[in-house]
Structures are given as structure tokens and as C-alpha cells.
């Protein structure tokens, strides 16, 4: 059974995750890892999803806005057990729905050079390229993306 939950970044749930993307990111990011870090931080984080297969906490993202009308999209992941079914595209249908809601017209989100799945994932989902934002600019490692909602 699926259940997709609200929540913040207080649930009890979600440090697990969290502690699972980051070393996945770790790996991934290698030397760059602790520049990326710094802007992942989660415990003011007033909308995330988490998603849950039998009763299990097993992907997630965040919400947090940008810019007044633009929402960014933060720390999506789902465990690797459980990748290839369709999780992280609920769970960022969700985020996008509730960004709806909250009357965002926008989110974007910034992902790494080396993350092709994650890459792959955004674009299936109508997210198009655009020039890197904020504290992105000049870094070659990563790709934003956004998309109208």
C-alpha cells in the first residue's frame, strides 16, 4: 500500500531519509560535497512529502520558496530498494500540487551533472533547463531546471 503524507521537516520520519541522501550524495558529489551541503539544510522546512510503501517511509522532497511566485525544489530522493516504481514522480506531482495550492506559478530545482536519473526524471516530468540560479551560478557540476505549474 502507498500512502504519500504532508508533513515538515520536524517528522520523525524524515531524518532517516535525509541521512540516506546524504551519503548517497557524498559518493556522488565527491570534493564538491560539503559546497553542495551547506545549501540542503532542512530543519526550517515547513512543506515536505514523504512518501511510504507498507507503512514505510521510503522517498521524499521539500518545498521551500525562492522567490515570491517560485517555489525550489529540495531533497528529493527514495530509497534504492525501492527506485524504478514510480515513487519520486509521486512524490514531486505532490510537491508540485501543493505549490499550486499555496499559489506558486513556478518551481525549480537544481540537480547535479552526475545525477542522470534524477536528470531523466525532472525532464519526464515537463522541467525544462534554465540558466543556473542564486548560489548555482558559474558552478559547472550542476543543472537547473523549472517548470511552470
Known amino acids: 500500500m502507498i500512502e504519500i503524507k504532508r508533513t515538515n ?19 556522488t558529489d565527491g570534493d564538491e560535497h560539503a559546497f ?7 530543519d526550517l522546512i515547513k512543506h515536505v512529502v514523504i512518501l511510504y510503501q507498507n507503512e ?3 522517498s521524499c522532497g521539500a518545498l521551500k520558496e525562492f522567490i515570491p511566485g517560485t517555489m525550489e525544489i529540495k531533497r528529493m530522493f527514495t530509497k534504492r530498494s525501492s ?3 514510480g515513487y ?9 500540487e ?3 495550492e499555496l499559489h506558486y506559478s513556478r518551481c525549480i530545482l537544481e540537480t547535479g551533472v552526475r545525477q542522470p536519473d534524477a536528470i531523466a526524471l525532472y525532464r519526464k516530468h515537463g ?17 537547473c531546471f523549472g517548470k511552470n505549474i
Do not use: C, T
Open 9 to 27: 521537516s520536524r517528522d520523525p520520519d524524515l531524518p532517516f531519509l535525509i541521512n540516506l541522501l546524504d551519503r548517497d550524495l557524498a559518493v
Open 36 to 42: 553542495y551541503d551547506q545549501f540542503n539544510k532542512i
Open 56 to 58: 514505510k517511509a521510503v
Open 98 to 100: 501543493w505549490a499550486k
Open 83 to 85: 527506485r524504478g516504481k
Open 127 to 143: 522541467y525544462e533547463l534554465i540558466p543556473n540560479y542564486g548560489q548555482y551560478e558559474g558552478v559547472e557540476n550542476s543543472h
Open 88 to 96: 519520486a514522480g509521486m512524490v514531486l506531482n505532490e510537491l508540485e
